[in-house]
């Protein structure tokens, strides 16, 4: 027996949202649905204050606030409302990616013979902070990260993305695009603006 097939990152297309007294009730591609509350909205919290409602796009919403505002709702803010395996899902994914910058922060500060100590006042951080980041406990500020780099006579993309992943592989054909992998999210998440 056949089973159903879904269109290739269902789980991400936002396919319905309908207005409701206290929620927007949201659905996707792939069956789940669910309701986000407009006080988890900060733009909206209450019905009344809530003008207009899009879906311009599978991977958006669009409000429109009473005041003029647009508020622009991500499908991956949406999703943990209709899918409660969701939520742990990316935690644990944040979870490696900052582990795998805390080991790629660790090993260049090593090869370069620097001490926790050494690198966290060249980088102008707390020691415990660098500990936390190398730990992968915590995630780091743009900034932070950047000061990181500097500090060991790095790049910040060195920080952020496997050596070779920087580029394609010899056997690629010239301007094939290489595959995309989750690694890119993983890093992204680890990463606070």
């Avoid at 990152?9 to 069956?31: H, K």
């Avoid at 006080?39 to 009473?66: C, F, H, Q, W």
């Avoid at 966290?120 to 500990?131: D, E, K, M, P």
């Avoid at 990260?145 to 500090?151: G, N, V």
Wanted: charged share 25%.
């Amino acid at each position: 027996m056949m089973e159903a097939v879904l269109v290739n990152n269902a789980y991400r297309m936002m396919t319905v949202a309908n207005p409701l007294e206290d929620s927007i009730e949201i659905g996707f591609a792939d069956g789940a649905r669910g309701c986000i509350l407009y006080k988890d909205i900060p733009e909206i919290e209450k019905r009344t204050a809530l003008s207009s409602l899009a879906l311009p796009n599978p991977y958006e919403m669009v409000l429109g606030t009473v005041c003029g505002e647009i508020v622009e709702i991500p499908w991956d803010f949406a999703r943990h409302y209709c899918d409660a395996s969701y939520r742990p899902a990316i935690e644990a994914i944040a979870m490696q990616g900052r582990r795998t910058l805390g080991e790629r922060i660790r090993g260049f500060r090593e090869s370069a013979g620097l001490t926790q100590a050494a690198l966290a006042q060249a980088a102008n951080i707390g020691r415990v902070t660098l500990v936390r980041l190398e730990k992968g406990e915590q995630s780091p500020r743009f900034k932070t990260l950047d000061a990181i780099a500097k500090a060991l006579g790095r790049h910040t993309t060195d920080l952020l993305v496997e050596p070779e992943s920087l580029f394609p592989p010899a056997t690629q054909h010239l301007g094939a695009m290489p595959k995309q992998s989750d690694h890119s999210t993983q890093v992204e998440t680890a990463v606070k603006s």
